[in-house]
């Protein structure tokens, strides 16, 4: 079983880490690449991080009877595929009608898909779905050739379109001095622990895991949780 870096080498090793999605973008995205993972014979223990975990934020109505959450990567090209067509179904017929409450939950291969994080959390509770579906919906345009400097502006630009000043996307994306990154990745660590996620899109209906589907089989799940009431 592999167990995670302390947090802080975590950090590091995402920051410097931003290549590995661009060589697996054709492939399914597993949350763990080598570079942020090692054995339990290292001996490296999970940094104690009490009351760094950030609440969920819910989309939809919080008392609707089936809880679905995602775990999904910004930079992961099955999620943005997600998002362009399932999800939209999703929203109309369960979200919007009160029958579904949606959680989206980051997960971060890269320090791109964890600046991208970052930018969303930025918009605070009023914002924060709005940017997340920009950053599925442009994904391509915003990571553009894989240069950093240039996806680092791509994505100053999606939080000007969003609301933000200049000044203020590139201070919420810096990672030196920034407490917002230790949260987002211990965040994602608790969460995908305790979940057992290793791929994303992952869905978790209830309480029960499932891979990415086709939106047929996804419609088949929840009418049964909601037959089930």
């Not at 996620?197 to 996804?218: F, R």
Request: hydrophobic share 40%; proline share 3%; glycine share 10%.
């Amino acid at each position: 079983m592999n167990r995670f870096l302390p947090l802080l080498a975590l950090v590091v090793l995402v920051a410097a880490g931003g290549a590995w999605y661009f060589g697996q973008s054709n492939q399914p995205a597993g949350f763990v690449p080598p570079a942020l993972a090692q054995s339990e014979d290292t001996g490296s223990t999970s940094v104690d991080m009490e009351g760094a975990i950030l609440p969920d934020r819910v989309f939809g109505d919080e008392a609707a009877p089936v809880t679905l959450i995602e775990y999904a990567s910004y930079t992961c090209a099955h999620c943005a595929n997600f998002h362009g067509n399932q999800f939209k179904q999703l929203k109309a017929d369960y979200i919007d009608t009160g029958k579904v409450k949606f959680i989206h939950r980051e997960v971060y291969f890269d320090q791109f898909g964890l600046r991208a994080g970052l930018l969303a959390q930025c918009g605070g509770d009023m914002r924060y779905y709005g940017i997340s579906g920009m950053l599925y919906e442009q994904q391509k345009d915003w990571i553009g050739s894989g240069d950093e400097g240039e996806i680092i502006d791509n994505l100053v630009t999606l939080g000007k379109v969003a609301g933000l000043s200049e000044d203020e996307a590139r201070a919420c994306m810096e990672f030196e001095g920034n407490e917002m990154v230790d949260k987002l990745v211990e965040t994602f660590r608790h969460h995908a622990e305790a979940d057992g996620i290793n791929a994303t899109p992952t869905l978790v209906i209830d309480g029960e895991k499932h891979s990415n589907m086709a939106y047929s089989d996804l419609k088949e799940i929840i009418d049964a949780r909601l037959a089930a009431q």
